[in-house]
């Protein structure tokens, strides 16, 4: 891809993700994600309806009339983007491969944050840390994510979760919401997951393709796993080989489901070839409803 080419992806992906968080996410991402906490703003006379625990007792003595505290909510947030980037995002059946819906979302998200004043980063993983970028503010950092998400060559090909909130963990020394982005063809992270989610706000996105949840009739055909290139021969024609390969992919979603939930994290689940803007209000919607 030429620099003016990449130029141009970027800049429609810009344009389309800003309309989208305009017209569709405007208002949830605050409501769904609060600030730190809160801190003392000003005192005003008491009021009918105020709540009594607001009361300044120490300025109501002074002025002998009943004063209340008002508070604001912090709210700047920091937020961070881990985005798999593994061979097997280059996966897609649909309009698109699962690193073009990954993309798309990261921008999404990135634009959102800081249309709330919210910093935002970047950690770019394989088996390895690719590349990390710590939150900041601002547009022009945000379109550096951008192609950054779209352009990197990710020197792994495999995926290791655990190896990426191990990153995390030793990178971000306060709390931080954490989007961790990934098709999840990965083991051994439940350890990983379970520390992190005790000190950060850490939220699942599940990226799939509908090819790799049903397989087609389509005879005897070589499949090959992009991230460890094996190939294997499969007879797409036997029913009961279909059966199997669905059961099979059902009993492994079900199981990564329970893992994030025996952790109280809700996963976000999205599908190649669908408009990423409406799962994400609902999902902001049903977070704001939980809490």
């Known amino acids: 891809m030429t620099p003016s080419e990449i130029l141009r992806k970027i800049r429609r992906i810009q344009i389309r993700t800003s309309h989208r968080v305009d017209e569709m996410l405007a208002g949830t991402w605050h409501s769904a994600f609060k600030g730190r906490g809160i801190e003392f703003e000003e005192v005003r006379p008491y009021q009918v309806g105020d709540d009594v625990r607001t009361i300044d007792w120490n300025v ?5 009339a009943p004063f209340v505290k008002l508070f604001r909510e912090e709210r700047e947030l920091a ?6 980037c593994s061979a097997s995002l280059d996966f897609g ?3 698109q491969t699962k690193r073009e819906l990954v993309t798309e979302l990261g ?17 770019l993983f394989s088996e390895d840390i690719e590349k990390s970028f710590p939150p900041r503010q601002g547009s022009r950092h945000v379109l550096r994510l951008i192609r950054e998400m779209l352009t990197h060559p990710c020197s ?4 290791d ?4 909130l191990e990153h995390l963990q030793r990178t971000a020394k306060r709390r931080t919401v954490v989007f961790l982005i990934s098709d999840f063809q990965s083991r051994d992270y ?7 989610s005790r000190k950060h706000d850490l939220i699942p996105v599940v990226v799939t393709d509908p090819r790799e949840m049903e397989m087609p009739a389509v005879g005897l055909v070589p499949l090959r796993d992009n991230e460890t290139g094996d190939l294997s021969w499969i007879d797409t024609s036997s029913r009961k080989h279909r059966e199997w390969y669905a059961q099979m992919v059902q009993q492994r979603e079900e199981q990564r489901d329970a893992l994030f939930r025996r952790y109280r994290m809700e996963p976000l689940h999205l599908r190649t070839g669908e408009d990423l803007g409406e799962p994400l209000r609902r999902y902001f919607h049903q977070r704001e409803n939980r809490r």
């Open 60 to 64: 109501t003595a002074r002025q002998d």
């Open 79 to 84: 937020v961070m983007l881990m985005v798999d």
């Open 93 to 95: 059946t649909q309009s």
């Open 107 to 123: 921008a999404t998200l990135a634009m959102s944050a800081i249309k709330n004043n919210d910093r935002v980063g970047l950690t």
């Open 156 to 159: 792994g090909s495999g995926t």
């Open 161 to 164: 979760v655990g190896s990426a």
């Open 190 to 196: 439940e350890k990983s997951l379970r520390v992190a």
